[in-house]
């Protein structure tokens, strides 16, 4: 059974500081790993996607990368901002014609003007 | 801006009465997925469906809830007699879907924050 962890829960930082987030995934057999951003009391967007043969995604001042051989993600923020403030979830698709998502529990990302 | 819409965004209700969840996918999209949102277990896929057939809801408790689409713009999701335990946030999200040859990405709508007492 596919299990996703994200550490840490929770991440307190600075405005203008570089971040990364960790994301791991027991079963190395996913189809892709995404991040969403999941904001107060809202629904989750979506922020990046990276297929299985891929070894990272960017978008902006977003970068994630995925290394399926030891089951990590990592989601790479630059110059966060207090905007960014907001829960991350990674969640990785099941493989083998199920399109279903396994998420992590989040982290808690506040960053501080 | 297309977007998932979901009705009631909150309810509170007691213990042993129906609720009804609603959801209208982005329209054009032909998988509608249905996700509870706890604190202790995250979010959990309970059903999905493509083309309006059910595919896969063996994350439900099948004696009380029962997910369903109508037709191609609404999915319901009912859960009957409710207990406290189901107090939790329930997510629609809609796509394409991939094994249908479309993108992956699901698009969540704002959720139904509910609460049995």
């Known amino acids: 059974k596919q299990e996703v962890t994200q550490i840490p829960a929770a991440l307190s930082v600075p405005e203008g500081e570089n971040l990364v987030l960790n994301c791991s995934f027991t079963d190395s057999a996913i189809y892709n790993l995404q991040w969403f951003r999941q904001d107060p009391g809202k629904g989750l967007t979506s922020l990046l996607l990276i297929q299985s043969s891929q070894r990272e995604q960017t978008s902006g001042r977003l970068n994630a990368s995925l290394d399926k051989s030891s089951g990590r993600s990592t989601l790479y923020i630059a110059a966060s901002q207090p905007g960014d403030s907001a829960t991350y979830l990674c969640a990785a698709e099941i493989g083998g014609g199920s399109e279903k998502l396994v998420f992590g529990k989040g982290t808690k990302l506040t960053v501080n003007p | 801006d297309a977007r998932v819409t979901q009705t009631p965004r909150h309810k509170v209700t007691e213990m042993g009465q129906e609720v009804t969840m609603r959801c209208q996918p982005i329209l054009g999209h032909n998988t509608v997925f249905w996700y509870r949102q706890t604190m202790m277990q995250g979010l959990e896929l309970l059903a999905y469906f493509r083309n309006r057939a059910p595919l896969d809801d063996s994350g439900m408790p099948k004696d009380r809830f029962s997910a369903e689409m109508p037709d191609a713009t609404l999915a319901t999701l009912k859960i009957q007699p409710s207990e406290p335990r189901d107090s939790a946030v329930y997510f629609c999200?809609?796509?394409?879907?991939?094994?249908?040859?479309?993108?992956?990405?699901?698009?969540f709508g704002p959720g139904t924050r509910l609460l049995v007492l």
């Open positions: 999200a809609s796509g394409f879907g991939r094994l249908a040859g479309g993108g992956e990405t699901q698009y």
